[in-house]
């Protein structure tokens, strides 16, 4: 029997009215994301992954944004939703971790306090009630003196406290999914892994379904239970974080993986590139976008956007040379 998933993303189109120019940011993305699954968004800047995690809450501008297709969280046709059911949906279903958590937290209140009237608002719990459940958040997620730093402003936490906090703030109305915006960007090394470690310790512990954006794969591989890789506006392969690690089928995917640094890499070799630039969202090709950077690339590839190819259970391609990339 099929489980119908928390998350289901159909033929997505995202568009931004940019001046006389229309960016076709996503184009025709297909997700799912299971109860309690992580799914990993990676791909270079452009690529459509932080567009598609704005959508799934609608915090795209309306006025110069276009969007078609079906999302649908927890059965709910988020597209058809209204004002006021997009503000109960925000929170109690779906959650977000920002990038940069100084941008994304007001510096005129405490975070505790922020985090107070988070929880009062979905749950109408009562001040004490409410700051009760903030502290217990800001233990959950080891901030050092919790009760001392719920008075805190943002500027006076450090990077990675800071970062505790949003997830804090994430998790305060019990969402069912949470969003990951590249999380670990601006933070050191160790402080990375830990909210990594963290991130993966709270899915597990609540059961929660995580949409975690990245560049890095590595990062991927802590958290992700399945990847999907994005080019374009558009997903380009998707499979399990052991297949894509074992196994890319995807020419993009294969110069991703071998464009990172790792321990089998011999001391004086480089790094190896892509070459060229990611498409022009505003003007894409007509056949596949990553042909112009490809080293497979021929001309059935410029014809028309590649259909996906299943190449293994769960694992997707949209490569029209999949069968040669295993060789190459």
């Given at each position: 029997?099929?489980?119908?998933?928390?998350?289901?993303?159909?033929?997505?189109?995202?568009?931004?009215?940019?001046?006389a120019k229309t960016v076709h940011a996503?184009?025709?993305?297909?997700?799912?994301?299971?109860?309690?699954?992580?799914?990993?968004?990676?791909?270079?800047?452009?690529?459509?992954?932080?567009?598609?995690?704005?959508?799934?809450?609608?915090?795209?501008?309306?006025?110069?944004?276009?969007?078609?297709?079906?999302?649908?969280?927890?059965?709910?046709?988020?597209?058809?939703?209204?004002?006021?059911?997009?503000?109960?949906?925000?929170?109690?279903?779906?959650?977000?971790?920002?990038?940069?958590?100084?941008?994304?937290?007001?510096?005129?209140?405490?975070?505790?306090?922020?985090?107070?009237?988070?929880?009062?608002?979905?749950?109408?719990?009562?001040?004490?009630?409410?700051?009760?459940?903030?502290?217990?958040?800001?233990?959950?997620?080891?901030?050092?003196?919790?009760?001392?730093?719920?008075?805190?402003?943002?500027?006076?936490?450090?990077?990675?406290?800071?970062?505790?906090?949003?997830?804090?703030?994430?998790?305060?109305?019990?969402?069912?999914?949470?969003?990951?915006?590249?999380?670990?960007?601006?933070?050191?090394?160790?402080?990375?892994?830990?909210?990594?470690?963290?991130?993966?310790?709270?899915?597990?512990?609540?059961?929660?379904?995580?949409?975690?954006?990245?560049?890095?794969?590595?990062?991927?591989?802590?958290?992700?239970?399945?990847?999907?890789?994005?080019?374009?506006?558009?997903?380009?392969?998707?499979?399990?974080?052991?297949?894509?690690?074992?196994?890319?089928?995807?020419?993009?995917?294969?110069?991703?993986?071998?464009?990172?640094?790792?321990?089998?890499?011999?001391?004086?070799?480089?790094?190896?590139?892509?070459?060229?630039?990611?498409?022009?969202?505003?003007?894409?090709?007509?056949?596949?976008s990553f042909a112009p950077r490809c080293?497979?690339?021929?001309?059935?590839?410029?014809?028309?956007?590649?259909?996906?190819t299943a190449v293994a259970p769960g694992?997707?391609?949209?490569?029209?040379?999949?069968?040669?990339?295993?060789?190459?």
């Amino acid at each position: 029997m099929t489980t119908t998933p928390l998350v289901s993303i159909r033929d997505l189109d995202v568009a931004f009215d940019a001046g006389a120019k229309t960016v076709h940011a996503l184009n025709g993305v297909n997700l799912d994301v299971g109860r309690g699954e992580a799914v990993a968004l990676i791909g270079e800047s452009g690529s459509g992954k932080s567009v598609t995690l704005r959508a799934l809450m609608r915090l795209h501008p309306p006025r110069r944004t276009r969007i078609s297709g079906e999302i649908r969280v927890d059965g709910q046709d988020v597209l058809a939703m209204s004002p006021r059911e997009l503000a109960a949906m925000r929170g109690p279903v779906v959650s977000m971790v920002f990038q940069e958590p100084l941008l994304a937290l007001d510096p005129v209140y405490p975070v505790g306090r922020q985090i107070e009237e988070m929880v009062r608002r979905h749950s109408g719990e009562g001040r004490a009630q409410a700051r009760a459940r903030a502290l217990s958040l800001f233990e959950r997620v080891r901030i050092p003196s919790p009760e001392r730093r719920l008075q805190a402003y943002p500027h006076e936490m450090s990077g990675g406290m800071r970062q505790r906090a949003m997830i804090a703030l994430a998790l305060s109305c019990n969402p069912k999914v949470l969003l990951a915006d590249e999380p670990t960007t601006a933070l050191d090394a160790t402080v990375q892994i830990q909210i990594l470690l963290l991130l993966r310790e709270l899915q597990r512990e609540l059961g929660l379904a995580i949409v975690f954006v990245t560049h890095d794969i590595g990062a991927a591989a802590e958290i992700a239970d399945r990847v999907a890789v994005m080019y374009g506006g558009r997903i380009v392969e998707q499979g399990t974080i052991a297949d894509l690690l074992r196994a890319p089928r995807h020419p993009y995917t294969q110069a991703l993986l071998k464009g990172r640094a790792h321990g089998a890499m011999q001391k004086g070799k480089r790094l190896e590139t892509i070459p060229g630039s990611p498409p022009d969202l505003a003007a894409l090709p007509p056949g596949c976008s990553f042909a112009p950077r490809c080293r497979l690339v021929a001309s059935q590839c410029q014809a028309a956007v590649p259909a996906i190819t299943a190449v293994a259970p769960g694992h997707d391609v949209r490569c029209v040379r999949v069968d040669e990339t295993l060789a190459a």
